[in-house]
């Protein structure tokens, strides 16, 4: 199982970027997906999780700022950020709560990461 996040890069304070995390190899079932984010020198902190049953939940920060989908299809869950704040740049970083079989237990599997930059 493997996590390809895309998406980060340099923006202004206002500006939007849409995060992508496509999951790729053996899998059966998700449970949840999430993204975390890591700024320098602070913990890694969740941002937002979606489940199979499109319950979602949001840090208190980023709350009416971004929103999480996914799209079953293509095994792929979305962090659209607007209004971005220089506070927001960090490493985010998604995961999945999955299993590559209907026998085996669920397991976390997480990307390797994407770079936000929010800068004037």
Do not use: H
């Amino acid at each position: 199982v493997q996590l390809q996040a895309s998406g980060g890069g340099l923006v202004q304070p206002g500006g939007s970027l849409r995060l992508s995390c496509a999951v790729s190899g053996s899998i059966v079932s998700t449970i949840i997906m999430t993204w975390y984010r890591q700024a320098p020198g602070k913990q890694r902190e969740l941002v937002a999780s979606i489940t199979n049953q499109d319950s979602i939940v949001y840090a208190d920060s980023v709350k009416g700022r971004f929103t999480i989908s996914r799209e079953n299809a293509k095994n792929t869950v979305y962090l659209q950020m607007n209004s971005l704040k220089p506070d927001d740049t960090a490493v985010y970083f998604c995961k999945t709560r999955a299993r590559s079989s209907p026998i085996s237990r669920y397991a976390d599997y997480w990307g390797q990461g994407t770079l936000v930059t929010v800068s004037s």
